[in-house]
């Protein structure tokens, strides 16, 4: 009812020294409110902010140290008014049901993804400050959007993968296209199950070429192995069964050993924007070793993963930019500056928000191969 868009939360420790206490912040938790009922957002930020005992007790069990943080003081809530209260009311559910009533027989602004084709490098791309200047809009299908689109060089021919969300049905399923002359063709759906799909991350082991899409309606991470690439997928291997796991990306370090990174919540919520754990794999998807600091992010505003950046010399986590005011407003690139199953750290090299001069209201994803840069844009579509 404040319009706050993130709640903080902090876990305190209270010291009695001498006869004082003395209380310090040992970690905090930055979280997107739920703006449809305040009870809800009361309960979710509850569970939510339990994960911050269980992340801070690994710490101790692991014998890590445990440093005091820096945190601004709690602000005072102002008194809630009646008129305050009806005006709220009124905009959040009385707009609302008007605009249900009528929308068959007025069309009202639906908002729908797309994806953008930006030819250039990555190292360019990153120094460019007017990024959209030169990018080209790949148009979806009627009654479908494109979203989460990684684009993937193969014998010299660009393909991108994405998720093609059915508006109709509200369900997702993956496609595939070849770029040429900067067009998608020869689209095909390689992955259309009962239940929704998106984005298909793709990732070369030695030979093998392996599309991990996010199922979290199934509540499962899948892997899928090419037989006949780009178009024929065998499920390769279940895992995290029975959770619920969104994005899940691979990063490899500087010494050949690859991580697994997915937004999970392991709470009833199931909202995965607010949280980053963290798997070292073993071998072929044999064994994941958790770190010792998940959830290694618990901040909305970056926690949650937005694609791939391949780029020499740096290890890069696209970031989606998430709070009460909508999902996918913003994207982070965020350069990863220690990652180890003991420690983590990433610095924001680049911030990237929807041109203000379009239609567009937001961008969630990017990824890229050697000279190709793909972004998925939210626009403002009157269907």
């Not at 902090?10 to 009870?39: A, G, Q, T």
């Not at 905009?91 to 930006?118: A, D, E, M, P, T």
């Not at 030979?207 to 390769?236: A, G, H, R, T, V």
């Not at 965020?334 to 379009?358: A, G, H, R």
């Amino acid at each position: 009812m404040l319009n706050y868009k993130i709640t903080k939360t902090r876990l305190l420790e209270k010291k009695n020294k001498n006869d004082k206490i003395f209380i310090s912040c040992l970690d905090i938790f930055y979280l997107n409110n739920k703006i449809n009922f305040w009870i809800r957002n009361k309960e979710f930020i509850i569970f939510k902010s339990s994960n911050l005992i269980i992340k801070n007790l690994n710490k101790i069990y692991y014998n890590l140290k445990v440093k005091n943080i820096h945190s601004t003081p709690a602000v005072s809530h102002p008194e809630i008014r009646i008129a305050t209260l009806l005006r709220y009311i009124f905009i959040k559910y009385c707009f609302c049901f008007v605009k249900k009533l009528f929308s068959k027989f007025i069309n009202f602004n639906k908002n729908i993804w797309k994806i953008y084709l930006i030819n250039s490098n990555l190292s360019d791309f990153l120094s460019n400050k007017n990024i959209y200047k030169k990018a080209l809009t790949i148009k979806p299908i009627p009654n479908f959007e494109s979203a989460d689109p990684f684009v993937y060089e193969h014998n010299n021919t660009n393909y991108i993968f994405y998720e093609n969300n059915d508006l109709v049905l509200k369900k997702g399923k993956i496609s595939c296209g070849i770029l040429k002359d900067n067009k998608l063709i020869f689209i095909k759906d390689i992955l259309n199950l009962n239940y929704h799909l998106s984005y298909p991350f793709i990732w070369k082991r030695k030979k093998d070429i392996f599309l991990i899409p996010e199922s979290s309606q199934n509540k499962s991470i899948q892997i899928w192995k090419s037989e006949s690439f780009p178009y024929k997928w065998k499920l390769f291997k279940t895992i995290f069964k029975n959770e619920y796991c969104c994005d899940t990306t691979i990063i490899k370090d500087f010494n050949n050993n690859n991580w697994l990174l997915t937004n999970k919540s392991n709470d009833q919520t199931d909202d995965p924007n607010n949280e980053l754990y963290i798997y070292k794999i073993i071998g072929n998807f044999k064994k994941f070793i958790p770190h010792k600091l998940n959830p290694v992010i618990t901040d909305c505003r970056t926690a949650r993963n937005a694609g791939s950046l391949n780029f020499a010399n740096k290890m890069l986590r696209p970031s989606q930019i998430n709070n009460s005011s909508g999902y996918g407003i913003g994207l982070n690139i965020n350069e990863i500056e220690f990652l180890n199953l003991e420690d983590y750290k990433e610095t924001i090299i680049k911030t990237i928000y929807p041109n203000k001069k379009t239609k567009a209201i937001g961008i969630h994803h990017i990824s890229n191969s050697k000279s190709k840069i793909v972004i998925d844009v939210r626009e403002k579509f009157s269907i």
